[in-house]
Each structure stands twice: as structure tokens, then as C-alpha cells.
């Protein structure tokens, strides 16, 4: 087809666009300058089009009608919710852990009203932000003292910055950890100014590895948790508890980056064990960092506990400033750790751990339950069923555990499933799904209940 060069010549200009009264009406509800922005854009599809030979509607009020679109598309929040079918929990993409009813309302009302966010209200005298969680930290992980910064890569940056700097932190090769999001535990340490010294191998690393670096230039034992991979096979790890005693022989700290702390043995539910907080700190190690939004359940936060010496000199670095959590996160963690005081209730309340541990019958019965409700009104050509499948828990945390659930399988006569991925993906509020085996499922656990009616509804419209 060739284009249609005399078709570019009827694209109206902006210049009689902005002559219009409809200019003047759009501009009541935005800016000049977004309006504008607006005109050009649907102006430069007009004329992409024709010159890739179509013949596309140049009339005013056809235009007009396209910006009215445009305008009222581009008015929807630009971060906005989405329903997660896909069964990963701490879904690092659509924003890792839900938060806790209990945190949602301190946050509304921190967020709301004044607090005494730097204010002793026993002194009536500036008091320190850090205070709101520090007790609950200690009294949880059983460590000497905690501190919270902007998130877990912010910890990890801050505490090499400051016990490491112009020093040797010796790290096992098998633990050179990449995090999504180009958070690496070599490219880190060369920012924080410390250096890295590597021992071992990628599969074995023994107590005589560390040892035989430890020089007076070694400020740290850094121990990572391998929370995205593991080293099967012919693999050997040092215990933490074997660190700590070496440390401890030559004045050396220990460091761990946990990655996904978790205070509660997850073990318990058919998960991959892993070490608690609750367990390094009781294994000796001076400095401890994990993130507040992955298995936490929490908001975006970095959590340092251990001892006392080392917690204040993290304190005291400048670089902390640029670090520091904002009012309404800390307002989120502390509600959220103050469930953790009673693990029922943590359980219950906190959504990343309500979902993580949901029996498998209850999944079924709501798997049927939204089932039913597709069912109501059958979509013309779409044939839905329930089938088992796995969910994961996500966030780089226990990359091996697979969990039994149950999703809503589609399938239509006429679309693929990765049109009906698209289609889904284009709902408001989209819903995000997978495809498996040219199903698009929609894994039941990250469902909420509202979700439901929702996708019933969307389900509705598919022949429209
Ligand atoms: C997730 C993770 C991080 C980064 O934590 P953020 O809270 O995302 O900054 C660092 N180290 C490990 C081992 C992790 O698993």
C-alpha cells in the first residue's frame, strides 16, 4: 500500500485546533500545557497512520472526540491496583506484601494528623523517630538494639559503609547474591567503599577459607542468605555459629543479610526451613538486615538489629540521613510488628502470611466459589475449569517451595491465551494472571475477596 502524502496535508494544525470551543471546554478540567501535549500526540498518530497507508478520520469533531479519550485515559491514576491472579505472594512487580488492616489505619491516621514522629512527649523535647519500633524490634528478635532505614538494600549499604569502609569483608563465593533490581552484593560493597574479599568456591566453602584471609585489614564476616537460589549437590556452607566463634577469636564482626526476615518457622507449613531472625540473632551475630516488605508482611523497609555498638555507629553515619524511613512507613511496621506479639494473630491479620498458609481445601472451596460465579453468566466462547496448580511464595524468598492451589483455567474458541492475557491486562483495574499450557489461570490464593465480582464482571463483557 503506498501512503497518502495529499491525506498529511488535511491533518488539521494545532493552531485551528486551539481556535475550537471545545479547546476552551477541555480546559477547564486540565492544563494548557497538558492539553497541548495531548493535541500533538493524537496529531502525530494521525499522521504515523497515514503514512503507513491507512486513511484515518481527520475531521474537527472526530479529533476532538480522540482527545476527549486521551485526556480521560490519561486521567486514571497512573499507579494503580491490580487483581494478582498470578499466585506469587510477595510479587515484587505489583508491589510485594499487602499490608495488615491495623497498619493501613495507623498509616491513614499518621498521614492524617500531626504525630510525635521527633518528639518526647515524656520530655516535651525533641525526641528520635527511630524510638517508635526500636523497644518492639529488641522485645521480637531478642537482639540488643534495631534500626530501620528506607529498605534492605539501604541497610546492607549503610552497615558496609560504615563498619567496612577502606577494609576487607570476607564473603563466601557461593553467596555473591544478585537480587532483582541490580541489587549485587559485589557492586554494593564497591559503593559502600569496602572491599570485597572472596573465598571459598561456588559450591564449597569451609572455616579454613575465612580464616586463612583474616588479616588486621578484615572489618566483617558477611554471611548472605542465598534467598532467590540455592547450591544443591556437593555443597558445604559455614554455619553462622562457626563464623561467630571465629569473629569472636580474631575481633572481627559477623554480619548477616537475611534478605526475607521472617520471625515465624514457616517450616511448620510445608515450606523450605529457613533461619528465623529470631535464630541468627540467638547464633551470635553482631549485625543482622532484612527487608520489612517480604515475608515480614510489612511496608518498604530495611531492618538492622544486633548489638548495641554496632547499631549506634550505623546511627551516627551521615549517610543514615539519606537513608531514613519516612513517617508513614514506620507508622506500617509498627502496627505490623506489634501483631507478631501474638502469633495467631500474625497470622491471621498479616495478608502475606494469611496467604502463605491458607489450606489447601479452603483454596478449593474458593476456587468453586468463583467458578460458580463465572458460571452465572456464561461468556460466549470462553470455557473456564478449575485445575490444581502451584503458587510461589516470591520475593526472592524459598525459591524451592512450591505450594498446592487451585486456579480458574480459560481457554476461549477463538482467542489465544495470550490474547486473553492482553485482554485481562487491559481491564480497570487490570488483572494480572499466567499462562500454562495455552490456559490463562488465575491462581485463587493472591485473590482477594473482592476480586471476584470483578472478574465475574469483566468475564461478562468478553463477546462485547
Ligand atoms: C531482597 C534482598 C535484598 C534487598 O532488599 P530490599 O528490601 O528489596 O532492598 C538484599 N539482600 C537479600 C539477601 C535479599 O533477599
Redesign the pocket.
Known sequence: MNPHPPLLKKIPSVTLLLEQPEFEMCLADTSRKHLLNVIREVLVEKRKAILSGFEPELDLPTIWKEIGMKLTAKATDHLCRVVNGTGVIVH?NLGRSLLAAQALEQVQTTGKYYSNLEFDLELGQRGSRYSHVEDLLIELTGAEAALVV???????LLALDTLAKGKEVVVSRGQL?E???S?R?PEVMARSGAVLREVGTTNKTHLRDYEAVLTDQTALLLK?????YRIVGFTTEVPLEDLVALGQRHNVAVME????GSFIDVSRFGLEKEPTVIDVVKAGADVV??????LLGGP???IIVGRKIYIQALRGNPLNRALRIDKLTLAALEATLKLYRNQEQALRDIPTLAQLTIPLSKLHERAKSLYRLLNKNPAAGITVEIVPTTSQVG???LPLSFLNSYALALASDKDSSSEIERRFRAFSPPIIGRIEKEHFLLDVRTLQKEDFPFIAQCLKTWAD
Open positions: 515484587t528506607n529498605n534492605n538494600a539501604a541497610a546492607v547474591v537480587i532483582g533490581g541489587f552484593i548472605v542468605h542465598t534467598s532467590n543479610d537475611l534478605g526475607s538486615t532484612f527487608s520489612g516488605d517480604k518498604q523497609a530495611g520475593g526472592g524468598a
